[in-house]
């Protein structure tokens, strides 16, 4: 068996099979409609992000994927579903064992496509060997590290995949399947015996900023998964956004506490103030702001005709 990812194929639908895809037809169709092939999604072999399925979930994934469709490059345009998955099942060939010695689980299952003019040259290229690599698309509920056991997508770990520790090499076990999406055909797979593009399901009782902040706790290096990464970076792109509006605010903040202090001490050097308002902070400004604030307006002066003082608002004091 081929192990550098494949596509076994078949002429035509068994016509035991045409129970399950007619399932998924609106109107059903015959052996000789569909062109039909066995292909090989993943298993549980340490891929080249040192990262592997538990055997579990290879098994869940297997009732996960039946129904889900086949496409190109992950896209998920309507026009590159070219096929359907109507079986799943895991098998473990005789003799096989993974790298670091498992016995080796592969999770199979049946597609099929229409025979016609638009399919032709894919089916083409399928019987030809040309497209055969392949992968799927997924979301896994953990991501087990194989030396401590963390769960790296809520706690992380200093353990790097690929490096040796105690003399086992590390990688990560991601357990848990969530759901299924799509498999497709890639030119290189993750994984050397299928190809998996792997998900990881966000913890809903976490917030970003907390699970940014669990991995990034300690003094020892973390390794990040793609989606970890995909969270540091909004996260970063939202604490930048925040800091414009901060420092928007400040400035504005600034340019009030120099107007209020010219308006309360108009003997004081206006210049020398803003210089020293600049490199305040927030804090510092807003204080300024709340003493400028409260500080009693002069009252307003008296006519110089005023007889009198006593009569103010009555107008009287206008009078000549």
């Known amino acids: 068996m081929n192990m550098n ?10 016509v035991n099979d045409m129970e399950k895809i007619n399932a998924f037809t609106k109107s ?26 538990s055997d579990s979930a290879l098994e869940e994934l297997a009732k996960l994927f039946i129904g889900k469709t086949g496409i190109f490059d992950h896209s998920m345009k309507a026009e590159n579903q070219k096929s359907r998955i109507y079986d799943a099942w895991t098998e473990k060939p005789q003799g096989r064992l993974t790298a670091d010695g498992r016995e080796l689980v592969l999770l199979k299952a049946k597609a099929y496509m229409l025979r016609n003019q ?43 995949g690929g490096r040796q520790y105690d003399g086992s090499t590390a990688y ?44 990034m706790k300690g003094e020892d290096a973390v390794t990040l ?14 604490l930048g956004e925040e800091a414009e509006l901060g420092r928007e605010y400040k400035k504005a903040l600034c340019s009030e506490v120099i107007s209020l202090c010219s308006g ?5 050097d206006i210049k020398a103030f803003a210089n020293v308002a600049q490199v305040m902070t927030t804090s510092e400004l807003k204080a300024f702001k709340k003493a ?25 004091q206008f009078k000549i």
Not at 5 to 14: H, L, M, N, T
Not at 225 to 238: D, I
Not at 264 to 268: A, G, K, V
């Open 5 to 14: 990812g494949y596509v076994e194929k078949s002429a035509a639908a068994p």
């Open 28 to 53: 059903e169709l015959s052996p000789e409609q569909v062109y039909t092939f066995t292909v090989v999604l993943c298993d549980n072999e340490i891929d080249r992000d040192f990262e592997c399925f």
């Open 118 to 160: 638009e399919n032709t040259p894919l089916i083409e290229e399928i019987e030809a060997g040309i497209k055969k690599e392949v992968s799927v698309s997924c979301s896994m509920e953990r991501a087990v590290c194989s030396v401590c056991g963390a769960n790296k997508r809520r706690e992380g770990c200093s353990h790097i």
């Open 172 to 215: 990560t076990v991601l357990d848990g399947a969530r759901d299924a999406y799509e498999f497709s055909f890639v030119a290189v797979p993750a994984q050397k015996g299928a190809g998996v593009t792997k998900g990881y399901l966000i913890d809903k009782e976490l917030t970003d900023t907390e699970i940014i902040e669990k991995l």
């Open 225 to 238: 998964s793609k989606e970890q990464v995909r969270l540091v970076s909004k996260e970063l792109e939202r």
């Open 264 to 268: 309360s001490f108009p003997e004081m």
């Open 292 to 316: 400028f604030s409260s500080r009693k307006k002069p009252e307003m002066s008296t006519p110089q005709l005023t007889k009198d003082k006593k009569n103010i608002g009555s107008n009287s």
